[in-house]
């Protein structure tokens, strides 16, 4: 499932639209958030999607640039190794902020099944004066645009192990960051892998 966006203090900027993606295009299911300030100066639309694959996520990152013209993209699980990253650079009107998820993996000459993970976020190139890289790992990253701090996560899915530890070693991390930057706007958004919805059941911790 993937979720909307948490957001935190009066922000300077307007979040014309928050919309989260899931495939196929033709039939989704999109979550906007509107968030509407006095006295705004701006505004900013993103988009948070799982592409699960550059090359199946490709079309629909087409027709979203399209049809929603989006300032900054959350991209999650673009499943690409370091030597491919540059497939982005297709999308001449971005620049992108990410990583591999596979670097241990091609360092170790291992790669064995599918492809995984990996986000990346892709900036609307207009923003370039006004951004700045902040951190970048396999499972976030962080951006800086103007006053807003933008983080992009993909939480491990259900089945992962030791899927909580890793969840609260991840969040510790991101705070650490947010706390590095007090007077900041914070947006976090992208794909929790959570329906919250539904109540999940978890060993007993000690």
Aim: proline share 4%; with cysteine; hydrophobic share 40%.
């Amino acid at each position: 499932a993937r979720r909307t966006a948490i957001t935190d203090k009066k922000m300077e900027w307007t979040i014309q639209s928050l919309v989260t993606v899931t495939q196929p295009l033709e039939s989704l299911k999109i979550r906007t958030m509107a968030v509407q300030q006095q006295e705004l100066n701006h505004s900013l639309k993103l988009v948070s999607f799982n592409m699960h694959g550059f090359n199946q996520g490709q079309p629909t990152l087409d027709e979203l640039i399209t049809d929603i013209q989006p300032d900054v993209l959350l991209l999650q699980e673009h499943w690409l190794t370091p030597a491919n990253i540059n497939k982005f650079d297709i999308f001449a009107d971005y620049f992108s902020f990410g990583c591999s998820a596979m670097v241990k993996s091609v360092e170790l000459s291992i790669l064995r099944g599918r492809p995984f993970g990996g986000v990346l976020t892709l900036i609307s190139n207009k923003l370039r004066k006004i951004s700045e890289t902040i951190f970048c790992s396999d499972r976030f990253n962080i951006v800086k645009i103007g006053n807003l701090l933008i983080t992009n996560v993909y939480l491990p899915c259900v089945g992962t192990e030791h899927r909580l530890l890793v969840t609260q070693d991840l969040f510790a991390d991101i705070v650490a960051w947010r706390q590095n930057f007090p007077t900041c706007d914070w947006i976090i958004a992208g794909d929790f892998n959570i329906d919250l919805l539904k109540a999940e059941s978890h060993p007993p911790t000690t």
